[in-house]
């Protein structure tokens, strides 16, 4: 179903609920991070003190990690200077180019590599399109009031709620299987 192209695995209420141990426990060695509104508001130039312990996190777990946004190399530059990882500005996401040169960076391939954004029709889509299994949304820090952007997140609400009612199936699933046991 064209719908599967959209649904991310997963959804968290922040980046840093997203867990080493979860990673590892998925097999996954290298993660591709959106930057605006998924780690940081749009002002805020450098990482929060937040990101950086998470990122080390990752790190001390041995997951890889490399910047694919959309944004200008100015930003994406900046932000990452402390950090050194690879990153990408100017991704043109949904397109999956960009995608595929961080697994590149990082050396992983689409099968230990996830991706985690705020933007299902770019970040998302950009995934699936270069082939990843894992995705991972969060819903954005601080989002734009533009009209571009809420109409955005209009056409994301249905997909949304496809999300939830197979997340909601999968946890009655679980149950069941639990209680059997
Ligand atoms: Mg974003």
Redesign the pocket.
């Known amino acids: 179903m064209i719908l599967e192209y959209f649904l991310p695995d997963r959804c968290f209420r922040s980046f840093d609920k997203l867990t080493p141990e979860r990673l590892q426990r998925l097999g996954i060695r290298g993660l591709i991070l ?5 780690i940081a508001p749009y002002e805020e130039a450098m990482p929060g003190k937040r990101a950086l312990e998470w990122f080390h996190e990752m790190e001390a777990a041995g997951i890889r990690i490399a910047f694919v ?3 200008e190399a100015e930003r994406v530059d900046l932000f990452n200077r402390d950090l050194g990882y690879p990153h990408f500005s100017k991704s043109g996401k949904p397109l999956g180019k960009n995608v595929r040169r961080a697994m590149r960076a990082m050396g992983t391939t689409r099968k230990n590599t996830a991706l985690m ?3 299902i029709f ?2 998302i889509l950009a995934a699936r399109l270069a082939g990843l299994k894992r995705t991972f949304l969060v819903p ?1 820090i601080k989002d734009k009031t533009d009209w571009l952007t809420q109409g955005k997140r209009l056409l994301e609400k249905p997909i949304l709620y496809a999300y939830r009612k197979k997340a909601a199936l999968l946890n009655l699933k679980r149950r069941r299987k639990n209680h059997a046991e």
């Open positions: 959106d930057i605006d509104n998924t946004s959309n944004n954004g705020d933007q770019t970040d954005p």
